[in-house]
C-alpha cells in the first residue's frame, strides 16, 4: 500500500481502528463468552459466528493499521489551486466522445464513481493531477487510451 491521503482520511481511519480495538473487540468478546456458555462448541453457530466477527474484525484492524503506517500525507494546504489536486473540481471533456463532465479528484477513501468523484489513483486521476485547464491528458485504462481535455477548474 501506500495510498495518498488527506489528514482527515487518516484521521477516520485512526477514530475506526480506535473503535474496532476497544468497543468492537469487547462486543466480540462479549458474543463469544455467551456462545461458549451454550454448550459444545463444535456445533454451536452463535460461537463459530462470534469467532467468525473476531477473525473479520482483526482483518480490518491490520488493514487500518497497514494503511495508517503506509499512508502518504497530502498537504491540502500548499496545493496550487491553478492545477489539478486533490479535490479539486474540473469540467473535462471526452475527446473521442465528445462529451462533458464534471469530475473530482478524491482519495481512494473518498471515491465516488456513481457522482464523478474520481481517485487520484485511478487511471483518469493520474492522467488529470496536476494538469492546468487547456491540457490535453491521454488516458491508459485497461483495453482502451482515450483524450481528455481540461476545460476548467471549478
Given at each position: ?133 487547456h491540457d490535453v491528458v491521454e488516458v491508459n485504462a485497461p483495453g482502451e487510451k482515450y483524450t481528455v481535455e481540461i476545460?476548467?477548474i471549478l
Amino acid at each position: 500500500m501506500n495510498n495518498k491521503l488527506t489528514k482527515e482520511n487518516i484521521r477516520k481511519l485512526k477514530e475506526e481502528l480506535d473503535y474496532r480495538l476497544t468497543v468492537k473487540r469487547a462486543e466480540i468478546a462479549r458474543e463469544k463468552l455467551e456462545a461458549a456458555a451454550h454448550g459444545d462448541r463444535s456445533e454451536n453457530a452463535e460461537y463459530k459466528e462470534a469467532c467468525a466477527n473476531y477473525r473479520e474484525n482483526d482483518n480490518r484492524i491490520q488493514y487500518l493499521m497497514t494503511m495508517i503506517s503506509t499512508a502518504t500525507l497530502i498537504e491540502e494546504e500548499t496545493i496550487d489551486k491553478s492545477k489539478l489536486g486533490i479535490n479539486s473540481k474540473a469540467k473535462i471533456k471526452f475527446i473521442e466522445d465528445d462529451e462533458e463532465a464534471i469530475v473530482t479528484l478524491v482519495t481512494t477513501m473518498d471515491l465516488a464513481p456513481e457522482n464523478m468523484c474520481i481517485s487520484i489513483e485511478s487511471d483518469l486521476g493520474k492522467a488529470l493531477i496536476e494538469k492546468r485547464v487547456h491540457d490535453v491528458v491521454e488516458v491508459n485504462a485497461p483495453g482502451e487510451k482515450y483524450t481528455v481535455e481540461i476545460l476548467e477548474i471549478l
